[in-house]
């Protein structure tokens, strides 16, 4: 590490001593979301279990909460629940990399962990430079920058980012989201034999595609993988108008799947789909850890969507990451599912039955505010809701089939909300921390998540059905999980 590189995390980790107490002190400060110590967090990187360790990195700006010269911030965990920030892994000091160490990935190579990144560079005009960079470490912990291998290709502009690598057969593969010439959103394939030399290929799939039509931008934080006999492309497309209860935020993010050749590196695929329904869920990263399972962990956050608004921020802190997730792949669709591990964090199990007629019910037993919320939904006539700390709600209307989060809006208190069409609702999974919701629906066959920020002494839980609803619902308490 260069001595600028040094400099620059000092000075971070010096911004974490300043600002400890005033973030510490928020109401809002999660109990098993991983947050930034201090200043905004967006992107999950390099998301890879080595040695037995998970490692989750993320784009971080220590020193404001607002986005800037980004660093890699990290966390490492055992088991998934139980999380301990360490040093950053990548500060913006070198002249690759010094408006920013931009999104990327890990690998395993040579007794290695080896990271993959954007280097964002912009002169004194603001105009825009990109370089895929990589660094290595030994031990996990400690990393050093090997420079640029990837430089921009004709044809694209210097929005091209957020390398994600993987290897297949005897090949290296890497897959970069981009913008070609004409601002249209692209994934673009690249090959290697040796993680420094790479071949471009093309583009995987493009806006103007046949089954896309006109499909934004901008395409970021691309990930492909191969998952129960398809191929799937993660990405999050920039541009892309509302329909009906679709496409709802500023950004999106969902997914392609089918089959790639590895020959043309273009994928034959079907339609896109929205991933989460929610308001916050951006950039996810993926990894297929020691079990063979294929993870998840997004952004719970979405770029230039509210983000001024957020209260944490006179608390120095800004987003957080969700929890993680497996992901499996059946009849053409992800599902999402909590990783097992988490129900490791239940405490204090709390059982509710009840068939509610036209009637509201407040779920006072063991009332607090961090806790796993399982609803068994057995029938429902009309329409049937769980309200939370009164500023968040999810309604199923059984006459429309239609799922509804609800909640407060960020600037003025109003309400807002996002739905999605489903024909029945068997089960209802929350994980609802001190300013998020998670909603997991039928086994992860939808999946709503959102941050929202009730009053701190409001720790209401009310069921209410317009018609007749018959639940059973289970409740634990979950404590801290976070070590900063």
Known sequence: MTSRNEELVALAMEEIEKAGAVVKSDPHLPSFHLMPPVGLLNDPNGFIQWNGVYHVFFQWMPFKTEHGAKFWGHYTSTDLVNWTLRSPALAPGDWFDKNGCYSGSAVAHDDKMVLFYTGNVKDEGGNRESYQCMAESSDGITFDKKGVVLELPEGYTPHFRDPK???HEDKWF??????????????????????????????????????????GYMWECPDLFELDGSDVLLFSPQGIEAEGYSYQNVYQTGYLSGELDYETGILNHDTFRELDRGFEFYAPQTTEDEKGRRLLIGWMGVPEQGEAHQPTRKHHWLHTLTIPRELRYRGGKLIQKPVAELDDMRQNEVVKKATLSNEKMEWKEGNTTVYELLVKVKDVEGSFSITFRNNAAIVFDSVEKLLTLKRRRFVDGSEESRSCHIESVSELRFYVDSSSIEVFINGGEEVFTSRYFPAEEDDSLVFKSNGKADIEAVKWDISNHIKV
């Open 165 to 167: 690598v993987w290897k």
């Open 174 to 215: 890497m897959v970069i989201g981009a913008q070609n010439s004409e601002e249209e959103g692209r994934v673009v394939l690249f090959e290697s034999l040796d993680l420094t030399r790479w071949e471009y290929k093309g583009d995987v799939t493009a806006s103007r595609h046949q089954k896309l039509g006109e499909f």
